[in-house]
């Protein structure tokens, strides 16, 4: 609880930290540049597949994999599936913005997270959309921006038909940004970068704790 309180409070510092920076973007009470996303780059709607395709292996981000994070940078634990051709542009390059387009749950609509696949060959499934930017905008700014919760009711998201929630490339194409000078925007990354350093590290912490209490819960109860 300590471990989980104090990743709380870190993601609460830096909530605070981009609201007193850039204030509330969903009204853009700062009077920042406003540029349409679909300026900032360009969308892809994600990869189809059958389960019974069989050709190469690749790995597929799907709406699963979207947890509580902003950031993928390791792919042991995303799945694996089996194509005849993956298409270059359905692949993943460092510092895309993956999306979720589409999900009964509409918590998971609108989700979104940035990807380094390096070396790794990373598709994406129909589910999702893929942003890759085309001018100069800090990512850690952009998704800061995209998944604070103001801005994300107001712009984001939409309700078509019961039970499920969708958003499109046309939604997400028309988001107001906002676009601070790029100065503040790579002061804000630093400070962004040290925050999730630090939460790695307790995450790690959390993480060797609870195995430490399966061990002993198997060993006295088992």
């Known amino acids: 609880d300590g471990y989980k309180a104090q990743i709380a409070d870190l993601d609460a510092l830096a909530q605070s930290i981009f609201h007193n920076t850039f204030g509330n973007v969903a009204i853009n009470d700062k009077c920042w540049n406003i540029i349409p996303m679909g300026q900032l780059g360009n969308f892809k709607n994600g990869l189809n597949y059958s389960k019974e395709e069989r050709g ?46 589409s999900n009964g749950n509409k918590n998971l609509v609108g989700r979104c997270l940035e990807v380094f696949p390096n070396n790794t060959e990373v598709t994406f499934s129909g589910f999702c959309i893929r942003f890759r930017k085309s001018v100069e ?20 998201l939409k309700s078509n038909g019961i ?60």
């Open 56 to 101: 190469k292996s690749v790995k597929i981000i799907g709406v699963g994999d979207f947890h509580c994070i902003k950031c993928i940078s390791s792919f042991d634990n995303i799945s694996y599936i089996e194509v005849e051709d993956t298409p270059q542009e359905y692949l993943l390059h460092n510092e895309d913005i993956i999306f979720v387009r």
């Open 137 to 156: 905008i800090i990512n850690k700014y952009l998704i800061s921006l995209l998944t604070d919760i103001e801005f994300k009711n107001t712009h984001i």
């Open 163 to 222: 039970g499920i929630q969708n958003i499109n490339q046309k939604l997400l194409s028309s988001l107001p940004i906002p676009v601070p000078p790029i100065d503040i925007q790579k002061k804000y990354a630093i400070q962004v970068e040290a925050i999730e350093k630090q939460k790695e590290l307790i995450r790690q912490q959390l993480t060797d704790a609870e195995t430490l209490m399966a061990e002993r819960m198997q060993y006295y109860f088992s």
